[in-house]
C-alpha cells in the first residue's frame, strides 16, 4: 500500500507530497516539528503512540516562539496524528513527523502574511543507530551548541537543526557514531538529536535545561523511570573530563530510544559495554513503550 501524508487536513499520495519553492521555510528554516514513535506489540495486535499529548503540547509551545497558528486544537491535532497512523496501517515500529510552518510567498525574511501549513506522515523506523546493541562510539564536537539567545535550542525548531547536521556530519566523517556538543561555555549539552545521561558511584547526572537542550520527553520518561527505581537522579552541569571519567554513558531521544556509549573520543567507558543501569533502564523504557508496563499506560496511546 502506498503511504499517504495528510497536508493541511487532505490526504495526498506520498509522491505528491511536496510544497512551493517560494516557501518561507525551505529558505528559512522556519518550522517547528515533532518526532514521535509508535511500537507494535503484535501480541496485542496495536500500535501505541508514546507520550502523543506531551509532544503536541511541545509542538504548539514551540509555534507560540515562531508566531505560528493552526485552526485546530491541540486535540484535534493529536485526533488527526492518530488518524495518519491509522490510515496508513503499518503493522510494526513507526516514526511520526508532523511539521509546521510558514508557507509560500515572495522573497524577504518577515513571515507574516503567508499561510501556516502543515504536514503529517509517517515512515517505518526500527532502530536508529545500527551498533546501538554494541554501544556506541561518540566524540565530543568542534562545534558548540546554539545558545539560547541565537536560536531557541529547547524545542524542535528546524532552522536550529542546521547546528545538529553539522556535528552529526563532522563526526560520521571523521569514523564515530555520534557526537555530543559542549555549550559555548564548554559544558555538556546533548548530542546532535539525543539527550546525554551520565552514570557516576550509581548516580544518574544529566544537564540541566539551562545547558542549552531539548527538553527531551523521552529524557524526562528515563527520570521517571530512574524515580521509580529509586536512582538517585540529579539535572546539574557537567564538565567534559567527566564523560571520560564515567561509569556508563547513554543517550536518550524518540528516535534513538535509550543507547549505551562506550567511548568518547577513543576513551573507553567504564568496562567498555553497556552499563547495567543503562541496561535497565532501557529494558524498563521498551517495556513500557510497548505496552508490556501497565504502571506506564497513561503514556500511551493506541491506534488501532
Known amino acids: 500500500m502506498s503511504r499517504k501524508v495528510m ?72 485526533d488527526a496524528i492518530i488518524d495518519v497512523v491509522r490510515e496508513n ?5 513507526v516514526y511520526i513527523r508532523p511539521i509546521v510552518y510558514w508557507g509560500a510567498g515572495t522573497v524577504g525574511l518577515y513571515p507574516c502574511g503567508r499561510a501556516n501549513d ?17 554501544g556506541l562510539k561518540v566524540c565530543v564536537s ?22 545538529s547536521v553539522l556535528a552529526k556530519v ?24 539525543e539527550n546525554v545521561f551520565l552514570v557516576r558511584n550509581g548516580t544518574v547526572l544529566t544537564p540541566p535545561v539551562s545547558d542549552d537542550i531539548l527538553e527531551g520527553i523521552t529524557r524526562d520518561a528515563i527520570i521517571t523511570l530512574c524515580a521509580d527505581r529509586s536512582y538517585d ?14 561509569d556508563e554513558l547513554f543517550f ?12 568518547v573520543d577513543g576513551i573507553i567507558i567504564g568496562d567498555g559495554g553497556a ?11 521498551f517495556n513500557a513503550a510497548r505496552g508490556n508496563d501497565p504502571r506506564y499506560t497513561r503514556w500511551l496511546t493506541p491506534v488501532f
Open 275 to 285: 552499563g547495567a543501569i543503562t541496561q535497565e533502564l532501557k529494558e524498563a523504557y
Open 89 to 93: 496501517a503499518l503493522k510494526e515500529d
Open 7 to 78: 497536508m493541511n487536513g487532505a490526504y495526498v499520495a506520498w509522491d505528491h507530497a511536496t510544497v512551493h519553492i517560494s516557501t518561507h521555510a525551505l529558505h528559512y528554516g522556519t518550522a517547528v516539528f515533532e518526532g514521535i514513535r509508535a511500537y507494535y506489540n503484535d501480541g496485542k495486535g496495536q500500535s501505541f503512540i508514546v507520550r502523543l499529548t506531551e509532544h503536541v503540547e511541545r509542538l504548539y509551545r514551540n509555534m507560540r516562539v515562531l508566531r505560528l497558528t493552526l485552526p485546530l486544537a491541540k486535540q484535534e491535532f493529536a
Open 233 to 246: 537522579v540529579r539535572e546539574r552541569r557537567i564538565g567534559r573530563t567527566e564523560l571520560y571519567a564515567a
Open 118 to 134: 502543515y504536514a503529517i506522515y509517517v515512515e517505518p523506523m526500527g532502530k536508529y543507530f545500527d551498533d546501538i546493541d554494541a
Open 170 to 193: 563532522e563526526a560520521v566523517q571523521d569514523g564515530y557514531d555520534e557526537a555530543i556538543l559542549l555549550t559555548k561555555d564548554g559544558f555538556v549539552s546533548e548530542g546532535s538529536g
Open 142 to 163: 568542534s562545534w558548540a551548541r546554539v545558545s539560547d539567545n541565537a536560536l531557541p535550542p529547547t524545542g524542535k525548531f528546524a532552522g536550529a537543526y542546521v547546528n
Open 252 to 263: 536518550t531521544g524518540t528516535a534513538g530510544e535509550v543507547a549505551p556509549i562506550t567511548s
